[in-house]
């Protein structure tokens, strides 16, 4: 079964250093999400991407995130610098041509840890 | 406001029970759709069914049922027969303003703040 690839699984870092999520969208997605959970609660949208273009970023803090989908196929988020507010859940989630339910298919997700 | 309102912060039911997780949305929209995911312990949104807001009949997908209410803006989530399996954070979740099947635009999902689901044995 196709499935939304993510890395790393589980990453600790230190307030102030640089850290990158990596997400491999099933095969022909054309959009893209990442989401953030915080513990305790619902993942919140960071940013949309259809094939390489942002179409959704408003709740990105662009002072220290970033995103970018190159090719249109797998996209790479960003942050720097680490925040300790930034633990969380980064969940990456993609779509097929839209049709019936627009389901979203989501990755097992990178979990982060800043110390 | 909220869009999305879960009140169950956790349940406990016994196995094999029925359940209900409520789910309250708040649009203007006329085009919607909602749904609800499973998240287990692992961490992975697992999708489990989706209610579009023209739809006339409430969905089904094997033993998950939605109760949609839509002059009450509700969209309860039913798992009959529960297992021990079921036990996970549910999510009810929210895309607005799309002609569903057009595509393009932000179209994210809206998610809830969930409920945690314990099925004892």
């Known amino acids: 079964e196709a499935e939304v690839a993510q890395s790393p699984r589980y990453k600790i870092t230190e307030k102030s250093q640089a850290v990158a999520f990596w997400c491999d969208p099933i095969?022909?997605?054309?959009?893209l999400y990442w989401y953030r959970q915080i513990l305790g609660q619902g993942p919140e949208l960071l940013v949309q991407f259809q094939d390489e273009s942002v179409v959704d970023d408003s709740q990105l803090p662009k002072d220290r995130f970033s995103a970018e989908r190159l090719k249109g196929v797998d996209s790479t988020l960003k942050i720097q610098p680490a925040e300790l507010g930034d633990s969380a859940m980064y969940l990456c989630?993609?779509?097929?041509?839209?049709?019936?339910?627009?389901?979203?298919?989501f990755g097992a997700g990178s979990r982060l840890t800043v110390l | 406001a909220q869009k999305i309102t879960q009140t169950q912060p956790g349940m406990f039911v016994q196995e094999k029970e029925a359940v209900t997780l409520d789910c309250t949305y708040d649009t203007s929209d006329q085009s919607y759709g909602l749904f609800w995911y499973k998240q287990p312990s692992s961490g992975e949104m697992i999708f489990l069914i989706y209610q579009g807001s023209y739809d006339e009949q409430n969905a089904t997908e094997g033993r998950y049922s939605l109760n949609f209410q839509k002059a009450r803006k509700s969209a309860n989530l039913v798992i009959s027969a529960s297992q021990l399996g079921d036990s996970a954070m549910y999510f009810c979740?929210?895309?607005?303003?799309?002609?569903?099947?057009?595509?393009?635009?932000?179209?994210?999902?809206?998610f809830g703040k969930g409920t945690h689901l314990i099925i004892q044995p």
């Open positions: 979740a929210m895309r607005e303003g799309k002609v569903l099947g057009s595509g393009g635009g932000a179209d994210g999902l809206t």
């Open positions: 095969s022909g997605h054309a959009t």
């Open positions: 989630a993609s779509r097929g041509a839209p049709s019936g339910a627009n389901v979203l298919t």
